[in-house]
């Protein structure tokens, strides 16, 4: 258990829908990423939180939204949901502001199914 | 940007053997860190190993370790002695800053 909690764990949804994809990070840890794992993109980092500050984004679609609060769960909020955006959606946590020398947790991931 | 490849989608190996994935990254950095993680059919991302570029001995954690070679920009992990459990999906990961960039990764089957 990395101590990185993911809810759901699956959600199945119909096309044009939104979602919110929730993160509670290991206990201290003030980073939340978020990736997104598909079969024809792999593993894609889209966006970085520390301490509830936005600190990089990454191949992230205007659809989709993220933001940390206070007590520093994440939530992830993909909208006008297509049959592409069916993935493995992963959250890690770290201590620090980077992540380059510090171990990253993942949680287990949320299976987004689109219909 | 920065890239990195796995240039083999699937390796097999037999139980007790060694078996050597490759991976190969394209950067302009000087300072970085790369990665090997490990994805059982569990999905959970586990780390194996890393790799501080600046090192240059390799790292070792048990029965893993890697072949650093910084002028040719390959990480290659070596697994003895490989156990059933060791069955998953291996990628490699480079991080300069803010953000892990993966590899297409390589399933890994060990055969009994």
């Known amino acids: 258990d990395s101590g990185v909690t993911q809810t759901p764990k699956h959600l199945i949804t119909a096309t044009g829908q939104r979602v919110t994809l929730r993160c509670s990070p290991r206990?201290?840890?003030?980073?939340v990423y978020w990736y997104q794992q598909s079969l024809d993109q792999g593993l894609q980092f889209l966006i970085h939180?520390?301490?509830?500050?936005?600190?990089a984004k990454g191949n992230i679609l205007e659809r989709f939204s993220a933001q940390q609060f206070p007590d520093l769960h994440s939530e992830l909020n993909l909208s006008s949901l297509e049959l592409g955006d069916s993935a493995l959606y992963f959250c890690?946590?770290?201590f620090g502001p980077g992540q380059m020398n510090t171990e990253a947790f993942f949680g287990q991931g949320t299976r987004l199914t689109v219909v | 940007a920065q890239t990195v490849t796995q240039s083999q989608p699937e390796m097999s190996v037999q139980e007790a053997e060694t078996v050597t994935l490759s991976c190969t990254y394209d950067?302009?950095?000087?300072?970085?860190?790369l990665f090997w993680y490990k994805q059982p059919p569990s999905r959970q991302m586990i780390l194996v190993i890393r790799?501080?570029?600046?090192?240059?001995q390799n790292a070792t954690e048990n029965r893993f370790s890697v072949n650093f070679q910084k002028a040719a920009k390959s990480f290659s992990l070596k697994i003895s002695d490989s156990q059933l459990g060791d069955a998953a999906m291996y990628f490699c990961?480079?991080?300069?800053?803010?953000?892990?960039?993966f590899g297409g990764g390589t399933r890994l089957m060990v055969k009994p």
């Open positions: 890690a946590s770290s």
């Open positions: 206990s201290g840890d003030l980073s």
């Open positions: 939180y520390y301490n509830g500050e936005e600190r």
């Open positions: 950067t302009s950095e000087s300072d970085y860190y």
């Open positions: 790799q501080e570029a600046y090192k240059q």
């Open positions: 990961a480079y991080n300069a800053g803010n953000m892990l960039t």
